[in-house]
Nanobody, 116 residues
């Protein structure tokens, strides 16, 4: 089992920045990647960014490339999502997910609201 706790959400103006954090605990040694997803109002949950634990390879949705950065602090067992130049379309609940290969473990989500 892996437990995830997100933090850092809130209200931000368009063009501003926000940093989300996700602290992992439990059976973290089996995790191969950490992922951020989001779900906007009336929308399906979508992948935003991912980072591999071993090589640090990253992947971003086209909609956030050049604006968001995913990073990992292995010592703190924490993954971050730095969100810059945010847009109203970035609003939603952001979820952290731990990927050990066979399933995803989810956090409870953190709300991000971008005011235009």
């Amino acid at each position: 089992q892996v437990q995830l706790v997100e933090s850092g959400g809130g209200l931000v103006q368009a063009g501003g920045s926000l940093r989300l954090s996700c602290a992992a605990s439990g059976s973290v040694n089996n995790i191969v990647a950490m992922r951020w997803y989001r779900q906007g109002p009336g929308k399906q949950r979508e992948s935003v960014a991912a980072i591999s634990i071993g090589g640090g390879n990253t992947h971003y949705a086209d909609s956030v490339k050049g604006r968001f950065t995913i990073s990992l602090d292995n010592a703190k067992r924490t993954v971050y999502l730095q969100m810059n130049n945010v847009k109203a379309t970035d609003s939603g609940v952001y979820y952290c997910a731990a990927d050990p290969g066979e399933r995803l473990y989810w956090g409870q989500g953190t709300q991000v609201n971008v005011s235009s």
